[in-house]
Every structure is written in structure tokens, then in C-alpha cells.
T-cell receptor, first 115, second 111 residues
Framework: DARVTQTPRHKVTEMGQEVTMRCQPI?????VFWYRQTMMQGLELLAY????????DSGMPKDRFSAEMPDATLATLKIQPSEPRDSAVYFC?????????????FGSGTQLSVL | DQQVKQNSPSLSVQEGRISILNCDYT??????FLWYKKYPAEGPTFLIS?????DKNEDGRFTVFLNKSAKHLSLHIVPSQPGDSAVYFC??????????FGAGTILRVKS
């Protein structure tokens, strides 16, 4: 059963520390998205990739967030330095262009708490 | 600037009755609209979608209606079941395949 895998599921860290979240997209999918869920904003798009190339990261605070896809099986989202306002659930989603490409498949998320 | 809005934070419905979740959007360039369902501690899961060239799509108990002139879509669940209790997100596809989401509506189906 193909699924998007995210690690870690939970992360508690102190303000100022670096946080790295990882995502393994579904094999064969060529688009990868990072979303953040907050109570007020719902699901905010942070960044997305097509064929491993970054297409849009306008939703990310550039000074502290970075997103990469070192290879087709791994996407990473880093926060350095982390701040309490970064506390949220971060979701990775993958999809494929073409027929049916409107659907994205989400991982279970990383619950981040910055103290 | 919220391009996709779900104005009802929550909805409570009796089991067996109809649930109607609403969504409004501002960008006429969206080409697909989708509904996702989310349980606690899980990621959103795809429920149903509709192309912007259609006005209705049905899948079992779930029907999505699109009114382009009003820039409004709705999800109907008939009959509602307790297992439908979840957060429902409306989403729209923008250029580049990215999905823009609303803030979500919490649906509670009472038995």
C-alpha cells in the first residue's frame, strides 16, 4: 500500500535549535509539497518541487526555513534557528502531473513543538 | 489574502441526516476543486474532486456541487454517519499543480 512517509512523527526542541523533517514521497510521484497546519490558517503551502526542482517556496520564511530534495526518494525541510511560533504540524504531500494529478497524497505529519 | 474560504468552523449533524459543507473561492483560474478529510493525528486524505468545467460530481454518499458564477462549492454527505466526524478541508488547484486550502470545517455527526 503506497504511502508518503514522514519522520519524525513528533519533535520537541528548544528555541534556537535546528530542526530537520524528512519525507519519502510515493514511488513514481514527481511532485512534492510541504504544508504547515496551524489553527488559524489551516493548511499553508510552504514549498513545492516538481521533478526535484524547487518551483515555489514563497510561503516559507526564507531566513530560517529551507527545503531540498537530495534525490527522488527524499525531501527535507529544515528550520534553523527554530522559534516558538514555528510550533505546528508539518505535512509532506506527493502527487504526479498528468491525468489524476489534481490529487495529492499526504503523510501523517510531523508535530513540532519549539519551547 | 485567503483565496479559499470555509466560513463555518464547525457543523453538527444528526446521524442519518444530510451534512452540507460550504466553501468560497476568489480565483477564477482554479481548474480543480477538491475535498479532503482529516482525522486527528493523521494526514488529510482525498475524498472527492470536481473539474471546473463540471457542476456536480457524485461518489457514493458524497456529492460535490460547483457554482462557478458564485465562486462557491459545497460537499453533501447523505446519509451522515458517526465515522464521518472529522475536519473537512476544501482545496483548489492553482497553476503549477499546487493546492490552496481553506481553514477547514469540523464536522460532528451525533448518533
Amino acid at each position: 500500500d503506497a504511502r508518503v512517509t514522514q519522520t519524525p512523527r513528533h519533535k520537541v526542541t528548544e528555541m534556537g535549535q535546528e530542526v530537520t523533517m524528512r519525507c519519502q514521497p510515493i514511488l513514481g510521484h514527481n511532485t512534492v509539497f510541504w504544508y504547515r497546519q496551524t489553527m488559524m490558517q489551516g493548511l499553508e503551502l510552504l514549498a513545492y518541487f516538481r521533478n526535484r526542482a524547487p518551483l515555489d517556496d514563497s510561503g516559507m520564511p526564507k531566513d530560517r526555513f529551507s527545503a531540498e530534495m537530495p534525490d527522488a526518494t527524499l525531501a527535507t525541510l529544515k528550520i534553523q534557528p527554530s522559534e516558538p511560533r514555528d510550533s505546528a504540524v508539518y505535512f509532506c504531500a506527493s502527487g504526479q502531473t498528468g491525468v489524476g494529478g489534481e490529487k495529492l497524497f499526504f503523510g501523517s505529519g510531523t508535530q513540532l513543538s519549539v519551547l | 489574502d485567503q483565496q479559499v474560504k470555509q466560513n463555518s468552523p464547525s457543523l453538527s449533524v444528526q446521524e442519518g441526516r444530510i451534512s452540507i459543507l460550504n466553501c468560497d473561492y476568489t480565483n477564477s483560474m482554479f481548474d480543480y476543486f477538491l475535498w479532503y478529510k482529516k482525522y486527528p493525528a493523521e494526514g488529510p486524505t482525498f475524498l472527492i474532486s470536481i473539474s471546473s468545467i463540471k457542476d456536480k460530481n457524485e461518489d457514493g454518499r458524497f456529492t460535490v456541487f460547483l457554482n462557478k458564477s458564485a465562486k462557491h462549492l459545497s460537499l453533501h454527505i447523505v446519509p451522515s454517519q458517526p465515522g464521518d466526524s472529522a475536519v473537512y478541508f476544501c482545496a483548489a488547484r492553482a497553476r503549477g499543480n499546487k493546492l490552496v486550502f481553506g481553514a477547514g470545517t469540523i464536522l460532528r455527526v451525533k448518533s
